[in-house]
């Protein structure tokens, strides 16, 4: 969690410091160094941060299929099947940290719908310029040097061949 966390931030950086919210969708694990710490640097900067929990506390088994559709377990480099736990107690930090949500997913709700309702809704909004330009790019060059070279062989082919066919 601290290295996305961390590339958020490199993405972030040199903009307003409203408008930028980051959704960590996790089981709160982070093997990577302190996310309430990288916390604390993102909302120096202005980047909320809302955190929605998978798994649950006791630990479960990740489902995954493979390139044939065959669904297993995921396994880690020594083949030992992986055992993930839900750390809430990390992403609520997280979120309080940086002044935003944690929502825990559950089988029925997944948690986008009320985190929206819950706080991205209330942020400030604000337009976005768009501008889209059409770009032509004229190909017909092509078809018309084919054509002309088959103008130029055409005297070439014999009226014998031309009967044949």
């Given amino acids: 969690m601290s290295s996305a ?9 040199g903009q307003e410091k409203k408008y930028k919210i980051l959704i960590i969708i996790s089981d709160g694990e982070d093997f990577e160094g302190n996310a309430v710490m990288m916390a604390r640097d993102a909302s120096a900067l202005g980047v909320k941060i809302y955190c ?3 798994g649950s506390p ?13 669904r297993g377990y995921l396994t880690d480099k020594s083949g030992a099947v992986v055992n993930t736990k839900l750390n809430e107690e990390i992403l609520k930090a997280i979120a309080i940290a940086t002044g935003g949500n ?11 719908v009320l985190l929206y309702d819950k706080g991205i809704s209330k942020l400030e909004k604000r337009d976005i310029e768009t501008k889209m330009r059409k770009h032509y790019e004229e190909r017909y060059q092509y078809f018309l040097a084919l054509a002309l070279l088959l103008l130029l ?4 082919i014999s009226e014998r061949r031309r009967a044949a066919r």
């Fill in 102 to 112: 944690y929502i825990r997913a559950t089988q029925k709700e997944f948690g986008l």
């Fill in 58 to 70: 006791e630990g479960e088994l990740i489902n995954v299929s493979n390139q044939y559709g065959q």
């Fill in 153 to 156: 062989i055409e005297p070439f």
């Fill in 52 to 54: 929605i929990g998978v």
């Fill in 5 to 13: 966390i961390k590339e958020a931030l490199d993405i972030f950086k």
